[in-house]
Structures are given as C-alpha cells and as structure tokens.
C-alpha cells in the first residue's frame, strides 16, 4: 500500500510541474534554478590608473564561439541560443535596446519591428486563370534570428592600483547581421552592421541564466555569462579609441589590419608590464 501511495504522490507531482515523466539523462538535475550573476569588484575612479576602450568582433563561424549559435532550433526547452535570448528579453521589455553604443537613444517598438529590413510591403498579383483577376496582396516580411553572423563588443581595458591588476569589463554588446535594401535582399558587398546595442550588465542577470552548451562536459552547465566573464571566446579586435574614431578596416586592409589589431592588444599587455618596477 505504501508503495502504491508514493507511486500516486509522484505522478501527481509530475503532472502539476508539467515536467516529462521519463528522465532524460542518468541523474535528475537538483541545482538551483534561479542564479545571480557573479558580482564584479568594486572599483573608484581614483584607483584607475590607465584605461582603454576597446571593440572586438565575436565571429559564430570560428569553432570556439560555436555555443553561442547553438541550439539552431528552438526545440530545446532548458537551452537558448544567444540571439534567443537577447531578442526574447528585448521584445518582452526585460533589457532596453539602444541604437549607438554611448547607450543615449533607446528604440523604439516601431524600429526594432524594421530591423534586418523588416516590414510590411503591398503589391498587385494577377491570377494565372482566366478571367486573370488582379488584386492587391499584402507581404509580411520577418526578420530572422538566423541573419546573425556575429556579435560585436565593447568593453574596457582598465589597471586597478587597488588590487594591483589589469582587468577588463565588457560594457555592451550587439548583435552583427549583413546589410540588406528596403526590400529585405542583401547587398553586393554587404558589411555586417548591428542591430541594436544591448547594455550589457543590464543583461548580465539573464544571461547568468541562461545555459548554453559546453562541448566538453554535459554535466558542466555553463551560462552566457561564464563564458563572457572567464573570457572563453575567439575574438579580434576591430577598433580602439582614437582621435579621428575610426575603425581599424578604415585605415588598414588584409594582412595589414590583422597585424594592427595584434599591436592593440600588445600594447594592452606592454602596458601593464611597464606598470610594474623589478
């Protein structure tokens, strides 16, 4: 009879969760649910001794950023792609979407419907049969999480006195697609643009829960944020701050702007090394 009772009670409890009833997996996973994401050190403007802002470009086709593009379907009920989670967050009023990095200009509801070429067209269509009616029809065109290419960064490089440490925080983040016409249709020659720009310790408590996959181990259940904060990611940097606030493609090209963007980042390294005295 006991048996027979607990039986009853875990069948019930199944069916007001609304959980599968079979387990898929050998283990049934007990952590918790809802994370906060991991608090950064405190920092005051008179322990920055040196900083610099840096933009990086987040490439999905490389094999490390990978995660950040899987699922490519929706299917999945405990994991998101990252463009999934920032469009639900957006259109659901969660995160506020910008249209420039200085984080000024929020967008609207009506230009986040008209991004990627999104819109709404009318045109005249003819019947193939006689008596070849023509009417007008309407033309509802979506823009699809799946134009997302890359993503680009901003962060800042900084050297804290306080904890004698070069360090970096990443201050917003936007999603890359390549420029398409009115009509919706990529441009010869597109450039991959942003959609909107997301300011991200704004986000950063979606993202910490928010899992995506680690092609290493199933049983390590990485969020978004883990891998933005230990760095866990292929990157190269795209632009630095500058006089004239140009990008590095506007002044260099090929073989030339691979090896500038390698002197960026050197250059951050040097620095801290010359912060020190032995």
Same mark, same amino acid.
């Given at each position: ?28 996973? !007990? ?217 590095? !493609? ?29």
């Amino acid at each position: 009879m006991l048996a027979v009772f607990l039986s009853g009670i875990n069948i019930s409890f199944s069916q007001q969760t609304g959980q599968p009833s079979v387990l898929d997996g050998v283990y049934v996973r !007990e952590h918790y649910p809802y994370r906060v994401a991991t608090q950064l050190a405190y920092l005051r403007e008179a322990d920055v001794m040196w900083s610099k802002k840096i933009w990086r470009i987040i490439n999905l086709q490389e094999k490390m950023n990978l995660p950040f593009a899987w699922p490519l379907s929706k299917q999945m009920h405990d994991r998101k792609s990252l463009i999934d989670v920032i469009m639900d967050a957006v259109e659901e009023g969660s995160i506020t979407a910008y249209k420039e990095d200085e984080f000024i200009n929020p967008m609207t509801k009506e230009e986040l419907l008209k991004i990627g070429g999104a819109g709404v067209d009318s045109t005249t269509i003819t019947d193939p049969e006689p008596p070849y009616n023509v009417h007008d029809t309407v033309i509802v065109r979506e823009f699809s999480r799946d134009k997302i290419v890359a993503y680009r960064i901003k962060e800042e490089w900084f050297f804290d006195k306080q904890r004698s440490v070069m360090d970096v925080r990443i201050i917003g983040i936007a999603p890359l697609y390549f420029e398409v016409d009115e009509k919706g249709n990529q441009r010869e020659g597109a450039k991959r643009v942003p959609t909107f720009w997301i300011y991200f310790p704004e986000i950063r408590g979606i993202l910490a829960n928010s899992e995506c996959f680690n092609p290493h181990n199933d049983a390590e259940r990485r969020t978004y944020d883990d891998i933005f904060q230990k760095r866990m990611f292929a990157s190269y940097v795209m632009k630095e701050s500058n006089v004239f606030d140009r990008r590095i !493609e506007e002044y260099r090209q090929g073989m030339d702007a691979l090896v500038e963007a390698e002197r960026i980042k050197n250059d951050i390294t040097n620095m801290e090394h010359d912060l020190w005295e032995y």
